[in-house]
C-alpha cells in the first residue's frame, strides 16, 4: 500500500470533517448543485448572488473563548516551560487544539526536537491530517510550498508525510515521505519516496514509543474516531446558504418576469392578466397601473 493510503474509519469521517472545514472557512459555493442548462457564466453568477452568514466560525470563536476564558495549567513539568511549534504560547497552542477538536473531531499533539535550537518541542495536527495508523506506525500528512518544476519561481501547494513508526528493534524512528520529481502532474498519480529518517533520542537514549498522542471530544487515543462536533451545525448552515441562493434566483426570476410583464402591457388598459408556466408551476401575474401582482395558478 502507499504511503498516502487512508484508513478506514478515516475515510467514513473524512466528508463529513471536509465539509465541517469547509463551512468554517467559507468556500462554500462549489456545494451548490447547477442547474440544467446553466453556463459557467450563469452558475458563477447563481450561486454567488447572495451572502453567506457564517455560523459555525462565529460559534467556534465563541465556544473556544469560552474554554479558554480561564487560564490553564500545565502539570508534570520538569525543568523549564514546554516551547511549541512556531514560537506560539501556550495559551495559542490550546486554543487551537481546541479548535480542531471542534473543527475536526481530534486533535494529535506530537514531541518532536528542534536540530538547530537543540531543545524539544510540542506540535499538534488536526484530524484531518492524521490520515491512517497501525500497528507500530501513523501517518500525518503535512501541506507545504515547494517550486514547481516547470517554473523554479512559481510555489506551488504540495503534500509530503510524516511516518511515525516503531522499527524492527522496537525503537522510534521519523521517516519522512514527499512527492517524486516529475509526478506533479494533475493527469499523474502521484509518487513517494522517503528524503529523510529521524531516529529521536534523549539524553543519548533511544525512544521505545511513539511520543504522540490523540485527543478527541471525550476520550484520548487514536483509536477513537468521532464526528466533528459541529457537523451538524455545518449542514444546517449549509442548507440555508442554499435555501437563501434559490431565494436570490427566485427574486432575480421575477424581476425579469415583472419587466416581461409591463412590456405586454396596452397602452391605457386598466388591467391585464398574463399566464406564464414556469418550472415551479403556471404563475398568474396581474397588471394593473399602479403595480403588478404575481398568483400561483
Known amino acids: 500500500m502507499a504511503i498516502n493510503s487512508l484508513h478506514p474509519l478515516y475515510q467514513q469521517v473524512h466528508p463529513f ?6 463551512v468554517y472557512n467559507g468556500d ?16 458563477d453568477a447563481y450561486r454567488t448572488r447572495s451572502s453567506f452568514y457564517n455560523v459555525v466560525e462565529r460559534t467556534l470563536a465563541a465556544l473556544v473563548g469560552a474554554l479558554t476564558r480561564r487560564p490553564h495549567t500545565i ?9 511549541f511549534y512556531g514560537n506560539v504560547g501556550s495559551d495559542e497552542f490550546v486554543a487551537g487544539c481546541y479548535n480542531d477538536i471542534l473543527k475536526t473531531g481530534r486533535v494529535g499533539i506530537l514531541v ?8 524539544p518541542y510540542i506540535t499538534s495536527y488536526s484530524g484531518e ?13 503535512e501541506n507545504y510550498f515547494g517550486p514547481d518544476p516547470e517554473d523554479h519561481y512559481n510555489q506551488i501547494l504540495l503534500t509530503r508525510y510524516r511516518e511515525l513508526m516503531l522499527n524492527d528493534e522496537g525503537f522510534y524512528a521519523v521517516r519522512i515521505w514527499e512527492q517524486k520529481q516529475g509526478t506533479y502532474g494533475t493527469n499523474q498519480k502521484p509518487q513517494y519516496e522517503i528524503v529523510d529518517v529521524i531516529e529521536q533520542m534523549i539524553r543519548g537514549q533511544r525512544l521505545t514509543a511513539v511520543p504522540f498522542t490523540v485527543v478527541n471530544p471525550g476520550s484520548i487515543g487514536i483509536q477513537f474516531v468521532t464526528m466533528p462536533p459541529l457537523s451538524t451545525m455545518a449542514d444546517i448552515n449549509l442548507d440555508h446558504f442554499k435555501i437563501a441562493v434559490d431565494i436570490g434566483r427566485g427574486a432575480l426570476v421575477l424581476r425579469h418576469l415583472e419587466r416581461a410583464a409591463r412590456g405586454r402591457q396596452p397602452a391605457g388598459a386598466g388591467f391585464k392578466k398574463i399566464w406564464l408556466k414556469t418550472m415551479c408551476g403556471n404563475i398568474t401575474i396581474v397588471i394593473t397601473s399602479s403595480r403588478v401582482r404575481f398568483r400561483s395558478a
Open 17 to 22: 470533517i471536509k465539509r465541517t472545514v469547509d
Open 28 to 43: 462554500v459555493h462549489d456545494y451548490i448543485p447547477r442547474l440544467a442548462g446553466q453556463s459557467q457564466t450563469e452558475y
Open 75 to 83: 502539570e508534570n513539568v520538569v525543568g523549564d516551560d514546554p516551547y
Open 112 to 119: 518532536d526536537y528542534d536540530d538547530v535550537a537543540q531543545h
Open 129 to 141: 491530517n492524521i490520515i491512517n495508523w497501525g500497528d507500530g506506525f501513523i501517518v500525518l500528512a
